[in-house]
């Protein structure tokens, strides 16, 4: 036996030491991104204990607790008649404007992945209105359809078209679809960026074989483009959604959710029942049905997407 050496020590066994390695190498990943998961939790989840904790509450309008009340706050809501019709204003809301900008964004970005002369002036101005506020392009939008001295009804009358002014925000039956399509303007350039990044993410190898095999530009649509697109229509329908269900400056700069409420989306329902009728409690439990909405939205839709794309 050489000097130095233990004379009980145990072998250490053929592979532990890689073994070992291994775990740490793959521990390496989670270790470098869990400064970013705790900061993440904190900004998320510990406003939404916040949040959760005020709903379960009676609360005074300056956000006082004065004792637990359980699921009262969320039995009053589901009593109240406007906040149904508001939930489903909500969803009529969300799925015209994410519907509508799907739909004008995939025609409008397969022309703009086009070569062609002016292509770039193109691009700029369907960018420009994302280089505005969505506050201030309602502000825009409210003095045009202004019922008096709006230039709507200026270009109206002097095309004939009327001969007495519209008031457009009067009656829900114009200012909702009025607001889904400013809803709409102002999603498109976002949608448009997200599809220029897909479209130009596919080889032109593929429509040159394409062609060469006679498929026309329809198939080559279908076949070639939206397939290869799914994977950015699926990004942009989930974040269009959350963004677009938690819209709030066109509905509040254009009628505050009138005439008699009938405007009104979950925001700015959660917004009257804070800060105009002192309800906090209530609004909290605006806020918790809102977060489950759109989770329950976004698991749902990113898993049926997964398995679509398991099966083909």
Do not use: C
């Amino acid at each position: 036996m050489s000097e130095g050496t233990a004379p009980n020590a145990a072998p250490v066994p053929t592979g532990a030491v890689p073994r070992r390695r291994h775990r740490q190498g793959r521990a390496v990943p989670y270790l470098l991104i869990l400064p970013a998961f705790l900061l993440a939790a904190l900004i998320i989840l510990w406003p939404l204990a916040t949040i959760t904790n005020i709903s379960l509450h009676d609360v005074n309008r300056f956000g006082q607790l004065r004792g637990f009340s359980g699921m009262a706050n969320f039995s009053e809501l589901w009593r109240d008649p406007d906040f149904i019709a508001t939930l489903w204003r909500t969803l009529i809301w969300t799925v015209g404007v994410v519907g509508g900008t799907l739909i004008l964004s995939v025609p409008i970005a397969l022309v703009l992945n086009r070569d062609f002369h002016g292509r770039a002036l193109a691009r700029v101005i369907i960018m420009l209105p994302w280089s505005v506020s969505v506050t201030m392009t309602a502000v825009v939008w409210r003095w045009a359809l202004n019922g008096e001295s709006g230039m709507l009804n200026s270009a109206l009358r002097a095309g004939g078209v009327t001969d007495t002014n519209i008031v457009w925000l009067a009656s829900a039956a114009t200012a909702f679809p009025i607001q889904i399509g400013i809803g709409i303007l102002v999603s498109i350039p976002f949608t448009v960026t997200v599809f220029l990044a897909g479209l130009s993410s596919v080889p032109e190898d593929i429509y040159e074989a394409a062609s060469l095999e006679g498929a026309s530009d329809w198939q080559q649509l279908r076949t070639i483009t939206l397939p290869m697109l799914r994977p950015f229509i699926t990004l942009a329908v989930v974040l269009n959604v959350i963004y677009v269900f938690n819209s709030f400056p066109i509905i509040w700069v254009l009628t505050q959710g009138g005439p008699a409420n009938t405007t009104d989306i979950l925001v700015t329902y959660l917004y009257k029942l804070a800060f105009r009728f002192g309800q906090m409690g209530q609004a909290a439990g605006v806020s918790i049905i809102m977060f489950a909405i759109l989770m329950a939205f976004t698991l749902l839709y990113v898993r049926l997407v997964a398995k679509n794309e398991a099966q083909s």
